[in-house]
C-alpha cells in the first residue's frame, strides 16, 4: 500500500471502532482511535500474516499488551479479512466472538487473549524467545499503553527481552499521555519513557504515531536492529480523528451516544475526503 491508501485504511479503522463502541453502547475509544495508524501500518504493511491462514506456522505473531482496545484491533482484523466489518456491530453483545478483550479461542487472528495490564509483553518476550530457541525466523510485536508501562511486569519482561538479545521483538508504545483518570504525568509519570528503555539496553526509536512514513523508517530500522529488541515510541492523539474526543481522557472508557454517533462519522467523513484529495 502507498501511504495515501494507508490513511484511507486507517481512517475506516476509525469508523469501524465508533460503530462497535455505538453498537455495543461500551468500549474503549479514545485509545482504540490513537493506536488506528499503528494498528494499520502493522496488518497491511509490517507483518507477515494470512487472514486466509490465521494459524500458519511461520506467521508473525501481535500481541495487544492494552487489551481493552479491542475496538481498534477488531476493526483492523475486520478491514484485513479476518472476518466481516459488519460483525463489529455484535462488539461485546452475547454470545459474540467479538468480546470487550481479544480470546485467542474465540477470534480468528487473535494471537493471545490479553486484558491484564502488563501481561501481554511478558507473553510476547516469551513467544519471542520461543522463535529463537526453535531457530525459526517470525516475527513479535506487541502494543502497549503509555499507562501501561507503570505496571512493574512491563520492566521486568523488558530486562529479559534484552538479557536475550531478542532483535526479533519490537514493543510498541502508544504514547497518548492520557489514562483512565487522567493525564499519565499527573497520575505516575513514566516519563523518560524513551530513557528507560534504553536503560534496559533497548534499541529505542521515537515517531509521531501517526506518520505513515516515520512509522515506515522505525519498523525497518526495528528488523535491521541486530543483538537488541526494539521500542518505538510512538506519540499520538488520544481520540485521535473525532473531534470532540480527542485529548479528553473521559473517552478512554466511554461509548458515544447517537448524536455523538453521527458527528463522529461525520468527523470521519470529512477525513476521508480531504484525504481523497491527496
Not at 506518520?211 to 506519540?235: H, M, N, S, V, Y
Request: with cysteine; aromatic share 8%.
Amino acid at each position: 500500500m502507498n501511504k495515501v491508501e494507508l490513511m484511507k485504511t486507517a481512517n475506516e479503522v476509525r469508523k469501524g471502532i465508533i460503530e462497535a463502541v455505538h453498537s455495543a453502547k461500551s468500549g474503549h475509544p479514545g485509545g482504540s482511535l490513537s493506536a488506528a495508524d499503528i494498528y494499520t501500518y502493522l496488518y497491511f504493511e509490517e507483518m507477515n500474516v494470512d487472514p486466509k491462514d490465521p494459524n500458519k506456522a511461520d506467521r508473525d505473531r501481535f500481541v495487544l499488551s492494552k487489551g481493552h482496545t479491542t475496538p481498534g484491533y477488531y476493526s483492523v482484523l475486520a478491514q484485513r479479512g479476518y472476518f466481516p466489518v459488519e460483525d463489529l456491530k455484535t462488539f461485546r453483545h452475547v454470545g459474540s466472538y467479538l468480546q470487550g478483550h481479544p480470546c485467542m479461542q474465540h477470534t480468528p487472528g487473535v494471537d493471545m487473549s490479553s486484558g491484564s495490564l502488563g501481561q501481554g509483553i511478558s507473553v510476547a518476550v516469551g513467544m519471542a524467545l520461543s522463535a529463537k530457541l526453535s531457530g525459526e525466523d517470525y516475527r513479535v510485536y506487541t502494543l502497549l499503553g503509555d499507562g501501561e508501562i507503570q505496571e512493574g511486569q512491563v520492566w521486568e519482561a523488558s530486562m529479559l527481552a534484552a538479557h536475550k538479545k531478542l532483535d526479533n521483538l519490537v514493543v510498541i508504545v502508544d504514547n497518548n499521555n492520557l489514562q483512565i483518570d487522567g493525564e499519565i504525568t499527573k497520575v505516575n509519570s513514566p516519563y523518560p519513557i524513551d530513557k528507560k528503555f534504553e536503560a534496559f539496553n533497548f534499541h529505542v526509536i521515537n515517531v509521531d504515531g501517526h506518520d505513515f512514513d516515520q512509522l515506515a523508517a522505525a519498523f525497518k530500522e526495528a528488523r535491521e536492529t541486530k543483538g537488541q529488541p526494539t521500542a518505538i515510541i510512538a506519540k499520538t492523539v488520544k481520540g485521535k480523528g473525532v473531534s470532540f474526543m480527542e485529548n479528553q481522557a473521559k473517552w478512554h472508557g466511554s461509548a458515544p451516544n447517537d448524536e455523538q454517533y453521527a458527528i463522529a462519522m461525520e468527523d470521519l467523513k470529512k477525513v476521508g475526503e480531504a484525504i481523497c484529495q491527496k
